[in-house]
């Protein structure tokens, strides 16, 4: 069973940065695929990156292509969501996943979820 905690959701302008953090425990951090995903008031859940379990290939959704980066670290068990030049639309709770060897895209069954940080951008 893998455990996924985010942190660093808030309150940012339009135009700011954010950092999210998911920490994972229970299984080898090296093992897994990891994602993050979105969802906005009645709206679906959507994709926004994902990173391979091994390497460092990712995945980004078109809308936030170029504003975002993910990464991981593995001596922190830890994977990141760098979000630069934020909007009103990525208002949402983010979601930080895992899939055991998961590619990290959105196609990927993740099995794993994590229970969501809140990011607010005002205008």
């Known amino acids: 069973q893998v455990q996924l905690l985010e942190s660093g959701g808030g309150l940012v302008q339009a135009g700011g940065s954010l950092r999210l953090s998911c920490a994972a425990s229970?299984?080898?951090?090296?093992?897994?695929?990891m994602g993050w995903f979105r969802q906005a008031p009645g709206k679906e859940r959507e994709f926004v990156a994902g990173i391979r379990w091994i390497g460092s290939t990712s995945y980004y959704a078109d809308s936030v292509k170029g504003r975002v980066i993910i990464s991981r670290d593995g001596a922190k068990n830890t994977v990141y969501l760098q979000m630069n030049s934020l909007k009103a639309e990525d208002t949402a709770v983010y979601y930080c996943?895992?899939?055991?060897?998961?590619?990290?895209?959105?196609?990927?069954?993740?099995?794993?979820w994590g229970q969501g940080t809140q990011v607010t951008v005002f205008s």
């Open positions: 229970g299984r080898p951090f090296s093992e897994l695929g």
């Open positions: 996943a895992a899939r055991l060897y998961g590619e990290g895209s959105n196609s990927d069954p993740y099995d794993y």
